[in-house]
């Protein structure tokens, strides 16, 4: 499996952003996906994942409430909604895919896309 991140950019304090993680020639079968940030000096954290069924997500304490996990009924790309964002969110944004269930650390996930930046003007 390759990913491809996409949908970053430049947004003012309050503006929304949806980052699309999309799988390059098949689905995301049993797999899954994850979406992480990184901004400079600080360590890699996880935002949001989504089980490869959708049952399950996770949404960091971070950003509840603001972002939304969601993936097509086709199972061929992953989305990251993120609304009312702040100033704190800005940094290079990251999908990786896993084999199995919802895991929150970076050296859980052996498959990532390149990274997208998202920066958010105050």
């Known amino acids: 499996v390759q990913l491809q991140a996409s949908g970053g950019g430049l947004v003012q304090t309050g503006g929304s952003l949806r980052l699309s993680c999309a799988a390059s020639?098949?689905?995301?079968?049993?797999?899954?996906v994850g979406w992480f940030r990184q901004s400079p000096g600080k360590e890699r954290e996880i935002v949001s994942a989504i089980s490869w069924s959708g049952d399950s997500t996770y949404i960091a304490d971070s950003v509840k409430g603001r972002f939304t996990i969601y993936q097509t009924s086709a199972k061929i790309a992953v989305y990251l909604q993120m609304n009312s964002l702040k100033p704190e969110d800005t940094a290079v944004y990251y999908c990786a895919a896993r084999r199995g269930t919802i895991q929150y650390r970076p050296n859980e996930y052996n498959v990532w896309g390149q990274g997208t930046q998202v920066t958010v003007s105050s």
């Open positions: 020639g098949r689905i995301f079968s049993n797999f899954a």
